[in-house]
């Protein structure tokens, strides 16, 4: 009998295992689609309109179906935070890891925020809807908020410093200064496109962004002398004549 058993047991794990495995990754995706429909959900309304009730009501599922995937309100929140800081690396960071170290990855890094800039116009940052909502609280959301944020600060910083390194940004320049000004590009264009549906807010981030990097740039200005426009003969002919009526009118 025991070696019947045991091989009855023998048997039915793999059967077992395969039925655990396809129960654990059917949670895993019920999970990524409460998720998705909780982004969704704080883009538009911020992370404290979240509930478990509105995402019962978006995907179907009962409130106890979906609490059993976080187990707070607050695990929820920052589940939102970490796919869209994810989604957000995915779009903005990575892309521009192919472009050369310098100033062209930096650019690339300011482009790609404006393009994602660009979509969340209409439907709204969490960064910065975050920010508001949790400026003046303490605990593990905005602790996981600030984070992400700080996590892409540190990325572009490296950047800024890498040009210094690499000779094309002045070797005074203040990494902390120059993330400061490019940072607020986007918030501006943020309150301006969004709030004030400004026109031509797109236009004068990215002009902003070419000024900052133009201030900061170690490539010389051109000289006055250089710049100035050479003179015609006509004028020198003109500045002749002049001279001459001065000189005989002494």
């Known amino acids: 009998m025991p070696a019947t058993s045991e091989s009855s047991q023998a048997t039915r794990s793999p059967r077992a295992r395969s039925s655990t495995g396809r129960a654990l990754q059917k949670g895993q995706q019920t999970k990524a689609a409460i998720v998705e429909a909780a982004l969704g959900l704080a883009t538009h309304i911020g992370l404290e309109g979240l509930s478990i009730g509105a995402l019962a009501d978006v995907t ?3 409130k106890s179906g979906v609490f ?7 695990e929820l929140q ?6 869209y800081h994810t989604r957000f690396e995915q779009e903005v960071f ?3 890891m192919s472009a050369e170290r310098g100033v062209a990855r930096l650019s690339a890094l300011f482009d790609n925020w404006m393009k994602r800039t660009s979509i969340e116009i209409d439907s709204g940052c969490i960064y910065i809807s ?3 909502e949790f400026d003046d609280r303490t605990g593990p959301v905005r602790d996981a908020l600030a984070s992400s944020v700080l996590t892409w600060h540190a990325a572009m910083r490296r950047a800024i410093e890498q040009c210094k390194g690499l000779g094309e940004l002045r070797v005074d320049t203040d990494a902390e200064q120059m993330l400061f000004e490019i ?7 943020h309150y301006e496109a969004r709030f004030l549906q400004t026109p031509g807010s797109m236009g004068r981030a ?8 133009a201030r900061y740039s170690s490539a010389p200005a051109p000289s006055s002398a250089a710049a100035a426009p050479a003179a015609t003969p006509a004028a020198a002919k003109r500045r002749k004549v002049s001279n001459q009526t001065t000189t ?3």
């Open 206 to 213: 990215v002009q902003g962004f070419h000024n900052i990097l």
């Open 248 to 250: 005989s009118k002494e």
């Open 60 to 62: 179907g599922m009962s």
């Open 94 to 96: 990575y892309p521009a």
């Open 78 to 83: 920052i589940s939102v935070i970490r796919e």
């Open 68 to 74: 059993a995937h976080f187990g707070s309100r607050e």
């Open 183 to 189: 940072h607020g590009l986007i918030l501006a264009l």
């Open 130 to 132: 975050g920010a508001v």
